[in-house]
C-alpha cells in the first residue's frame, strides 16, 4: 500500500528568511492559515494557525525574493517532524512544511486546486 505526506496550504506570510546552503537558495517564513466559523452563541470567530514553511528554489520553487511578509502564497509540500532538546534541557517537537510547490496569489485571483 502506498503512503502520502501531503499538505496544501493558502496564506499570508509572516517573516521571512533567505539564505543560501552551498550551490542552493533556501527560504525559511512563517504564514498564517485562518478559519472562519460561528461559535455555539452565533457570533462570529477567527481561528489563526502558523505554520513554519521551509523551500529550497527548485523546479517548482521559484522566485524565493518575491516571499515578502504580508503577501498571499499558496503552498504545497509534506510535512516533517523533528524532536530536539532546546538550550533549557526541554524536549521540544517542531512541525515543519517542506515546500514542494509555491504559487504567488493576488488578491481576487480565483486559486488553482489539483485534486
Known amino acids: ?6 499538505i496544501e496550504l493558502l496564506g499570508v506570510v509572516g517573516s521571512v528568511r533567505l539564505q543560501n546552503i552551498g550551490e542552493r537558495r533556501m527560504a525559511k517564513f512563517t504564514m498564517v492559515t485562518n478559519r472562519a466559523y460561528k461559535n455555539k452563541e452565533g457570533a462570529p470567530v477567527i481561528e489563526s494557525t502558523w505554520h513554519n514553511v521551509t523551500a529550497f528554489e527548485g523546479r517548482n520553487v521559484r522566485d524565493l525574493e518575491k516571499i515578502e511578509k504580508g ?6 509540500g509534506r510535512l516533517q517532524i523533528q524532536h530536539y532538546t532546546g538550550v533549557d534541557g526541554m524536549e521540544r ?6 515546500c514542494t510547490r509555491i504559487d504567488f496569489v493576488s488578491l481576487g485571483e480565483e486559486v488553482p486546486y489539483e485534486l
Not at 503577501?71 to 504545497?76: D, K, P, S, T
Not at 517537537?93 to 517542506?98: C, G, I, K
Request: hydrophobic fraction near 45%.
Open 71 to 76: 503577501r498571499y502564497v499558496h503552498v504545497w
Open 93 to 98: 517537537t517542531s512541525v515543519d512544511v517542506l
Open 1 to 6: 500500500m502506498e503512503q502520502l505526506n501531503r
